[in-house]
């Protein structure tokens, strides 16, 4: 395995890793540590997918990390927190 492939590896694993807490009844999906670990996954794999030049991942990946990253802004303000 070269580095593009252990870059798109941890992000896939990060995000399997949110859902399966969520699925353990260990993290909700509206937490702190749900949005981080989508935001952090997604936007590694993008890379990797950007690395790989495969742009449907890129999309897909890209547009995860958004919508993860607007929960992420919600959250904030809706508890003001400050990072």
């Given at each position: 395995m070269n580095y593009i492939d252990?870059?798109?590896f941890?992000?896939?694993t990060l995000l399997l890793l949110a859902f399966f807490l969520n699925l353990l009844?260990?993290?909700k999906t509206d937490s702190l540590t749900y949005l981080l670990l989508n935001f952090l996954?997604?936007?590694?794999?993008?890379?990797a997918?950007?690395?790989?030049?495969?742009?449907?991942?890129?999309?897909l990946?890209?547009?995860?990390?958004?919508?993860?990253?607007v929960g992420l802004v919600k959250l904030a303000?809706?508890?003001?927190?400050?990072?």
């Amino acid at each position: 395995m070269n580095y593009i492939d252990w870059t798109g590896f941890i992000g896939v694993t990060l995000l399997l890793l949110a859902f399966f807490l969520n699925l353990l009844g260990k993290i909700k999906t509206d937490s702190l540590t749900y949005l981080l670990l989508n935001f952090l996954g997604a936007g590694i794999a993008c890379l990797a997918s950007i690395l790989l030049n495969y742009m449907p991942f890129v999309i897909l990946e890209g547009c995860w990390a958004f919508v993860s990253a607007v929960g992420l802004v919600k959250l904030a303000t809706k508890n003001k927190v400050t990072f």
